[in-house]
């Protein structure tokens, strides 16, 4: 479902040395899989994973997404794919503060296969959030507000949902709970799951699990 090859992205200081914090050889994700790679804070995770999303442009290399090369598309054609095939769940949450709950859900959709109100509703039941349909997100808990980035991110019904340090302002108890709840609805929406993480107990919680720095090999 996702294949990478040869992937390379580097970004210049500002003392103006061009650093490469990207360089993947050989990546894949088989369709439903759920892999957490871990990694320091500052190992280039995050940028793999914009890079999958198509928010950055690779210098080289490829990115292969449901039998689409990402990395052959313009920016405007990447963003549709990412629309209808990724979702994202960020550690800030990046939710809409001057929207609902259900408004942040629908505003997804409109970017992505159409508004269907029903569905999202349904999210937000799964998500337990029924009873919070009309609140904005200063109004809610912070472990309220990244369930509602998770039925946000499952919105379009996509292929892959990528999740940057997804548990990573939430507590323990909120983190495992949101955790489980990330890994059920991707199930059962028959999503793939690719998350990254330095947390060993979040990480303890998959089957398989990568280490970032193994696949990533840039230039010392």
Same mark, same amino acid.
């Given at each position: 479902?996702? %294949? ?5 992205? !580097? @970004?210049?200081?500002? %003392? ?27 190992? &280039?995770?995050?940028? @793999? ?11 080289? &290399? ?9 990395? &052959?598309?313009? #920016? ?5 794919? =990412? ?16 929207? *609902? ?9 409109? @970017? ?19 009873? =919070?349909?009309?609140? =904005? ?11 509602? /980035?998770? !039925? ?15 548990? &990573?302002?939430? +507590? /323990?108890?909120?983190? !495992? #709970? ?6 059920? *609805? ?14 060993? +107990?979040?990480?303890?919680?998959? #089957?398989?699990?990568? +280490? ?7 230039? /010392?």
């Amino acid at each position: 479902m996702l %294949e990478i090859s040869g992937l390379k992205k !580097a @970004f210049r200081t500002p %003392e103006g040395e061009l650093r490469t914090v990207v360089s993947v050889p050989r990546f894949v994700l088989g369709a439903r899989s759920q892999v957490a790679l871990k990694g320091e804070s500052g190992s &280039g995770k995050t940028t @793999f994973l914009n890079l999958i999303a198509g928010i950055v442009h690779a210098d080289s &290399g490829r990115i292969t997404l449901d039998g689409i090369d990402l990395t &052959g598309l313009r #920016e405007s054609a990447r963003d549709r794919l =990412r629309a209808t095939k990724v979702g994202c769940v960020y550690q800030t949450f990046n939710l809409l503060q001057g929207y *609902t709950c259900l408004e942040n859900v629908l505003l997804a959709m409109t @970017f992505g296969k159409g508004r269907d109100p029903a569905f999202a509703r349904e999210l937000l039941d799964r998500v337990e959030l029924s009873h =919070r349909l009309g609140y =904005r997100p200063r109004q809610l808990s912070v472990g309220q507000q990244q369930r509602v /980035a998770v !039925a946000r991110a499952l919105a379009n019904r996509p292929r892959l949902v990528l999740a940057d340090e997804p548990t &990573g302002n939430l +507590d /323990a108890t909120h983190a !495992a #709970e949101t955790l489980t709840l990330l890994r059920e *609805t991707c199930a059962e929406q028959g999503a793939a799951l690719l998350l990254v993480s330095h947390d060993r +107990d979040i990480l303890a919680r998959f #089957e398989d699990v990568q +280490d970032f720095r193994a696949l990533n090999q840039p230039a /010392a």
